[in-house]
């Protein structure tokens, strides 16, 4: 077995399984996707750690525990078309590819959204589309959604966001202040947006017209 499938069942046993991530179609996309893949260089030895590690600009790609968790709150089925927040690394979106039909993901740094695209070509995944823009705006031509991911920190759901989820669509984002949220998820009902808020979590900030301001 290569050195970095033996970390990366490691990484699923102790990191995802033990903490309580059941879907199974998850934990089998978390053993699958290559992880190492998706960080620079000379982090690339500590790619399986429990822990969020630098991305360059400033940026982040989320522990996996927490792109675990988000997946499974999601409720994937197969046939959903996705809105991600924070391309990042490419990483939370790869792993949502294999789950559903289609991934529309949003980068507003340039240099991120292109070595993510890279990422995709060189791994043979064809239904992520990559748009470098300010997410908080969402894809309104792209719109219903059946599910919304935000995988960086917003002070609340962005008002267009919840225009383009579908009734009865799930969308799960870091909700709270600009250095420290709660891990929210909402589900669609008549309109407005059914709140869950789960764990405490620490995302870099959504920076954009309905998120925060650039610093
Ligand atoms: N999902 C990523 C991954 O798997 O690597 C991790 C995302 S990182 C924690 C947050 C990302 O959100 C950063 O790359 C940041 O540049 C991006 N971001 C922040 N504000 C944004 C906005 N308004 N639109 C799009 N991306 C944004």
């Known amino acids: 077995m290569d050195k970095f499938k033996h970390l990366r069942e490691w990484m699923v046993e102790t990191q995802i399984i033990e903490r309580g991530i059941k879907d199974k179609r998850v934990i089998e996309v978390m053993k699958k996707i290559p992880r190492h893949l998706f960080v620079p ?14 991305i360059g600009y400033g940026q ?3 522990q996996p525990y927490i792109v675990a968790l988000m997946t499974e709150l999601l409720e994937l089925k197969g046939d959903e078309k996705v ?8 990483y939370q979106a790869a792993i949502l590819a294999e789950l559903v039909k289609e991934v529309h993901t949003i980068e507003r740094i340039k240099p ?3 070595e993510a695209k890279q990422r995709f070509e060189k791994l043979g995944i064809k239904n992520i589309k990559v748009y470098i823009k300010d997410g908080t705006e969402g894809i309104p031509e792209e ?9 960086a920190a917003t002070p ?28 929210l998820k909402a589900i669609k009902k008549d309109s407005k947006l059914e709140r ?11 920076i954009g017209k309905y998120g925060w301001k650039e610093e």
């Open 41 to 54: 260089e000379d982090s690339i030895d500590s790619a399986y750690d429990d822990r969020a590690l630098p």
């Open 60 to 62: 982040t790609i989320s």
């Open 83 to 90: 809105l991600e927040i924070g391309t990042g690394s490419g």
């Open 112 to 114: 991120l959204a292109d």
């Open 143 to 151: 719109a219903p959604f059946d599910r919304i991911i935000i995988t």
């Open 156 to 183: 609340d759901i962005p008002e267009p966001l919840v225009a383009q989820l579908k009734e009865g669509g799930i969308i799960v984002a870091p909700v709270g202040e600009r250095y420290s949220q709660y891990m």
């Open 196 to 206: 869950h808020y789960l764990i405490p979590v620490a995302f870099v900030p959504l």
